[in-house]
């Protein structure tokens, strides 16, 4: 279950900022990052690589608007278990559109 802190993190995130590489994105902090989708793991979780790493994007209860091989940005925080894994809360695909995800916590 995904915490109401991150969930806090997440809707006070107000546009993309300038991507950080994966391997220096801060944990518990809204984020921007930016890769390759490697691998679609699950109906709602893809990988994410770049030049200094890999991470795990959790879009759901939203259906996954990347396909594999495509270079997106990705707006989220990065939660503090591990393995890592963003929360996005949107995504900048490679045409330009933008997709907001919406996540519903108690």
Same mark, same amino acid.
């Not at 969930?7 to 902090?29: N, Y």
């Given at each position: 279950m995904r915490s109401a802190a991150l969930a806090a993190i997440l809707?006070?995130?107000a546009a993309f900022a300038? %991507?950080?590489p994966i391997?220096?994105?801060?944990?518990?902090q809204p984020v921007t990052l930016t890769g390759k989708v490697t691998r679609i793991t699950d109906a709602d979780t893809f990988r994410l690589k770049d030049e200094t790493g890999v991470v795990s994007v959790y879009v759901g209860p939203n259906r996954l %608007?990347?396909?594999?091989? =495509?270079?997106?940005t990705v707006l989220g925080a990065l939660e503090e278990g591990f %393995?890592? =894994?963003v929360v996005a809360r949107a995504i900048?695909? =490679?045409d330009g559109s933008e997709v907001a995800l919406r996540h519903d916590w108690s």
């Amino acid at each position: 279950m995904r915490s109401a802190a991150l969930a806090a993190i997440l809707l006070s995130a107000a546009a993309f900022a300038v %991507p950080v590489p994966i391997a220096k994105a801060p944990r518990g902090q809204p984020v921007t990052l930016t890769g390759k989708v490697t691998r679609i793991t699950d109906a709602d979780t893809f990988r994410l690589k770049d030049e200094t790493g890999v991470v795990s994007v959790y879009v759901g209860p939203n259906r996954l %608007p990347v396909q594999v091989g =495509e270079t997106v940005t990705v707006l989220g925080a990065l939660e503090e278990g591990f %393995p890592p =894994e963003v929360v996005a809360r949107a995504i900048r695909r =490679e045409d330009g559109s933008e997709v907001a995800l919406r996540h519903d916590w108690s």
